[in-house]
């Protein structure tokens, strides 16, 4: 699956767009591909213009979980409700003060964000939690999965998501889940 990280840079290069990945590719680590490059208006920039992100977390739900993907993704031994977790997983959606899912030292001034779609897939033993929106603060996406395993656990309940939203208390919220696991799955312009 290709994931959807964009950056934008200028240049005076007289190297052809369609030209662009291969000539970058020689000098990025292997880890790093360019897949696509196109040309775009002077001011555009990959961060501020858009639209809608798509992250997706990543719990491998093995006892042992899997040394080849050890830092992909996060391991959690323990049995979990997923059907509680997809209940829960709803009461994000729609527009709400995220001010308890996000860390402390955000930058942003304002906290209210749009989430238009989240979901929880169990696929085998991996479990993934799905967040579409319009922007995301510091670490949110990583404190709605800790809070989501935490329904999956039973500690927190799935009809108590919507109190800890208008609590706007980061003490309420789960934990901040480590960052193997997360991706930028999909970003969209318009």
């Known amino acids: 699956m290709l994931y959807g990280q964009v950056a934008n840079f200028k240049t005076n290069s007289n190297i052809p767009i369609e030209k662009i990945p291969i000539a970058l590719n020689t000098y990025l680590k292997k880890s790093i591909r360019i897949q696509k490059a196109e040309e775009v208006d002077d001011r555009f920039h990959s961060r501020f213009n858009c639209k809608e992100k798509t992250y997706r977390y990543v719990i491998n739900n093995s006892e042992y979980g899997t040394a080849i993907y050890r830092n992909l993704e996060y391991c959690f031994p323990g049995k979990l409700n997923i059907k509680a977790m997809q209940k829960a997983s709803r009461y994000f959606e ?50 709605i999965s800790g809070t989501l395993l935490e329904v999956g656990i039973g500690k927190i309940k799935p009809e108590e998501i919507p109190k800890i939203i208008e609590s706007k208390d980061r003490e309420k919220a789960g934990k901040t889940l480590p960052p193997q696991g997360l991706y930028l799955v999909e970003v969209k312009y318009q």
């Open 94 to 143: 729609g527009e709400h003060d995220f001010k308890a899912f996000k860390s402390s030292g955000t930058s942003s001034k304002s906290s209210i964000r749009i989430i238009y779609k989240a979901k929880v897939i169990e696929q085998g033993n991996r479990i993934y939690i799905e967040l579409t929106g319009n922007g995301f603060l510091y670490n949110m996406v990583r404190i």
